[in-house]
């Protein structure tokens, strides 16, 4: 069965870099989303994709992060000058349709120190 | 805002039991909603979504059923097995938000 791979399964940074976390999706799919899960909290939504462009974002999704759809397989989330608090499991999703059910990604640890 | 509520938070079985995982939700504007599993260290994985014109879902052993209006959501186990063990997730989509989640049920199936 198709799924979502996310590399690295595990990114350890120093508070201040950059940080670029990939996904690829399932190949037929047209909607691709990340989410992320702190440690003992809720999955939260960052962002949804769709047709090269960002489709909806929510409040955590500020300047400091943006995603793009470099080739016609990668999707990637950006995080410009990371942050302690960016600490998460981030979780690539992605759906055939909006209303269709979301596949995700085994996800990728990202520790801050 | 739309918020997601699950109970109970942590659930405790014998093998072999009937169980019910219950999801309110306090918009009842959604589009559909979907129950997700959480293994530890693991990803979601995608077990049911109902359509907000729905009033049930089945697949297998696993039965979630709607209803929109009261804001509710209940995902029922048959014969469940120690391999259920897992969190269960609830999330539903609605407004700009593609999916808003609860924080789960830790459900343990003991042998």
């Known amino acids: 069965e198709p799924e979502v791979t996310q590399t690295p399964s595990h990114q350890v940074t120093q508070m201040g870099q950059e940080v670029i976390l990939r996904c690829v999706p399932i190949?037929?799919?047209?909607?691709f989303y990340w989410y992320r899960q702190i440690l003992g909290q809720k999955v939260e939504f960052l962002v949804s994709f769709y047709n090269n462009e960002i489709s909806e974002k929510s409040e955590i999704f500020d300047d400091q992060f943006s995603v793009e759809r470099p080739d016609g397989s990668n999707f990637t989330l950006k995080i410009r000058s990371t942050k302690l608090e960016d600490s998460a499991m981030y979780f690539c999703?992605?759906?055939?349709?909006?209303?269709?059910?979301?596949?995700f990604g085994d996800g990728t640890r990202l520790s801050i120190l | 805002k739309q918020e997601v509520t699950q109970i109970p938070a942590a659930l405790s079985v014998p093998e072999g039991e009937n169980l019910v995982l219950n999801c309110s939700f306090t918009d009842s504007a959604i589009y559909n909603l979907q129950w997700f599993r959480q293994d530890p260290g693991k990803g979601l994985t995608s077990l049911l979504l109902i359509q907000s014109s729905q009033r049930e879902q089945t697949s297998g052993r696993l039965n979630a059923s709607l209803d929109k209006s009261s804001g509710r959501s209940t995902l029922y186990i048959a014969a469940s097995q120690p391999g259920d063990s897992a969190t269960y997730l609830c999330?539903?989509?609605?407004?700009?938000?593609?999916?808003?989640f609860g924080k789960g049920t830790r459900l343990s199936v003991i042998a």
């Open positions: 999703a992605s759906s055939i349709d909006r209303d269709q059910p979301q596949h």
């Open positions: 190949s037929n799919h047209l909607y």
């Open positions: 999330a539903v989509s609605s407004g700009n938000t593609p999916l808003v």
